[in-house]
């Protein structure tokens, strides 16, 4: 039970850090790519990235699946059937690598179709070629997501974490010294595949020896394999919304407006991307945890509880990176990549405000997955994923990209309303006092810190020095108020520890 604490405690640390160091990288690392390849090619890479991350969904989303039965089998320290599963579902993802290689195939072929009207010849090549690259680092990174799969369902939640920060330092050196002598945006692309190769064959030596797991196919369990696929499809479906919500906007930026608007969107995309991945590190590594509660029937009330707590610690990173870019975003994004990007502002602000509530209880979809009962948030997914799509071509015709932007964020905002019905319906949860227990205290902590550094900046602005001073000034105020008022003596104990006893 110590070393199931300790596991979760440093996951969730590292999984921070791993935040921070990926954010670190994508601020740095995006106007470096840019000045050596240029808008245009970044632009061309950015849209068929789009293109291959969709086509990434065809996994039916096994790395989740593996996760899930992983960790019902080392609750119940089933060593045989765990391998006996394993060995099941890499059958499964053979196959439908022999799916993606012909779908793969077909679109390099019917690709030119697709950005005849927006590209030139020249990009036209280098998106075949770029894709190509892409197609082969897709499916390394399916199979990489099997076996984090299984090390996650072990709760190995240090040593995945822990690698994949390795690994983004190693990215970040490695184009660093390699891009300004290359100059060339297909050299990115291949030193990420470069790196999840490695990362693949050391995971693959980590599972055989320290959790002595070896792939052992015995026998095909028909039973088994009808109730893990159901719950499979439905991922899969998942995925492929999740995918295309995600991926859509550069897509149809694209083939409707050209690779320059891409360029600009993109950047928009980037803090959004950073911005979700706060909290979603947490879900991930509290799965395990919360199929043990569902295997020992914990009631409702207690699985909300595990929600509210989860979604507290998640929203004391989301309320301060929100607060902070509200009143230093533009700023940012001035310093970072000029006056042609200040649309990225507000673009950044239509997507990533709505996506903050769903975001604070994502453990609640950990619950769903370890209850397997996906198929509502399936439907639900669907439906958006159908309005973004429908509002986002319309949009882009009428108002360009930020047509784009307010079809992602009305498809989270309807999204965001059907699970809740479900979680109050079905579960008994109570939404509003779900919300009101998360957010006490570190709502006021941000709104303070914000009120207080935006009058700071009204007078200190325009230089990266002015930048970093609000920076700290912003977290001094937030961290100060966070700890006298917004916190939970519980919460304290839990981040500070002794330190925390001490001050007290």
Known sequence: MRREKNEIKSGVILSYILIVVNTIYGLLITPFILNYVGDTAYGVYKSVASISASLAVMDLGLGTTMTRYMARYNATRDKENAENFIGMVFVQFLFLLAVIVLIGICILFFLPELYDNTFSANELVLARELLAILLLNMILRLFENLLFGILNGYERFTFSNGFKLINVILKFTLILIVLPFVKDIKMVVLLETVLVTVTI???????????????????????????????????????????????VDNVLVGALQGASFVTVYSMALTIFGMYENLSGSVANIMLPKVTKQVVAGNSNSQLQISVEKAGRFQFFLLAAALGG??????????????????????????????????????????????????????????????????????????????????????????????????????????????????????????????????????FFYGTWISFIFNVLVYLAVYGISLFLFGMKEDEKKAIFGRFARKVK
């Not at 006056?339 to 405000?353: E, G, K, P, T, V």
């Not at 996906?374 to 015709?397: D, E, H, P, Q």
């Not at 809740?420 to 810190?449: D, E, S, V």
């Open 325 to 458: 870019f509200v009143c230093l975003g533009k700023d940012f994004y001035k310093l970072w990549l000029g006056n042609a990007f200040s649309d990225c502002y507000y673009l950044a602000l239509i997507l990533i405000i709505p996506v903050t509530f769903p975001m604070i209880q994502n453990v609640a979809l950990s619950i769903l997955r370890a209850e397997n009962k996906m198929a509502y948030r399936t439907v639900t997914l669907s439906v958006s994923c159908v309005c973004n799509v429908v509002i986002t071509f319309i949009g882009i015709k009428f108002w360009g990209y930020w047509g784009a932007a307010i079809g992602t964020s009305g498809a989270t905002l309807l999204n965001l309303l059907m699970m809740n019905i479900y979680y109050h319906k079905k579960l008994g949860f109570k939404i509003l006092r779900m919300f009101a227990n998360i957010m006490q205290g570190t709502l006021p902590a941000a709104l303070i810190a914000t009120i207080v550094t935006g009058i700071i900046h009204y």
């Open 201 to 247: 064959l050391i995971f693959i030596v980590y599972i055989r020896s320290r959790l002595k797991i070896t792939p052992r196919l015995k026998k095909w369990d028909t039973l088994l394999f009808k109730e893990s696929f159901g719950y499979t499809v439905l991922m899969f479906i998942q995925s492929i919304t999740v995918q295309f919500n995600g991926n």
